[in-house]
Structure formats: structure tokens, C-alpha cells
């Protein structure tokens, strides 16, 4: 359900950015962060939408085989299959961290956009957002190190 929330949100904020241009207008005219904003949003949303809906896939199908043999009363082969399919529920795990992170950088930028036109007000703000999301980075890795 977690990540099915995720990958709407990341589809959501994708679809709510609007560049301040076109990429190739925003260099001619010399506009570099604007360009680097963008591309990073580019970037992390695709990213973070494929990640998502791989997490999704993954997991609900783990979910209904699952839940298959669990009615079955096939506790035999729900354990060989949880057995068998180890490498893709931790891959399911990264790609769920990694698509939160894709918000997490998505976010920066939109949060960022919405704060100034002038550029080194939107730096500024670029890198205090950037670094309250690295202390949600060093928490989230720190959990998971420990788990």
C-alpha cells in the first residue's frame, strides 16, 4: 500500500513541475541552475516512478501467491517460494528506498522552485532544502543499517 502511495505521489508531483523554460532557451540564456533543476527533476521522477511501480510489482505479486497457498494450505510451497524469490523481495526493498529517495529529490526542487525567481535566493534555498533532506537520508540509512 506504502509504495502504491509513493509511486502516485512521485506521478502527482511529476505532473504538478512546471519548468521555468526550454532547456535549450534556459542555457542560450545563461540560466544554468534552472537547467540543472530541471534535469534533476527529470531525472528522479522517471527514475523514482520506475522504481515504484517495480516495488509495486513485485511485492503484490509476492502478496497473492502468498496469500494463494497460504488458502491452499500449501505451507510447504509458500515456504520454498519465499525460499526461491529472496533476491527479488530485496530488490523490491531497494527499489521501495530508492523510489522514497526519488521524492526526496523531487521534492527539493519543487520546494525550491516555489521560493524565489532570483537565483541566489533559489541556491539558498536549494541548499538548505537539500541539506534537511540529507538528515532524512542519514536517519533512513541509519535504520536500515541497524535493522
Known sequence: VVSAVTAGTLV?????YHPPGDIVDLVSDGRY????????F????????????????????????????????????????????????YHGFKTFVGSLYALMGELVVVITSKISSNSAVHLVALAATARLMHYVYVDTQTIMEKA
Do not use: K, P, W
Open 12 to 16: 502527482a508531483v511529476f505532473d504538478s
Open 42 to 89: 527529470l531525472i528522479t521522477g522517471a527514475v523514482g516512478i520506475v522504481c515504484g511501480l517495480h516495488c509495486i510489482f513485485v511485492f503484490s505479486l509476492i502478496t497473492m501467491y502468498a496469500r494463494t497457498a497460504l488458502g491452499m494450505d500449501r505451507d510447504d510451497a509458500l515456504e520454498e517460494f519465499f525460499g526461491n524469490t529472496g533476491l527479488q523481495r
Open 33 to 40: 541552475l534552472d537547467v540543472l533543476m530541471s534535469v534533476v
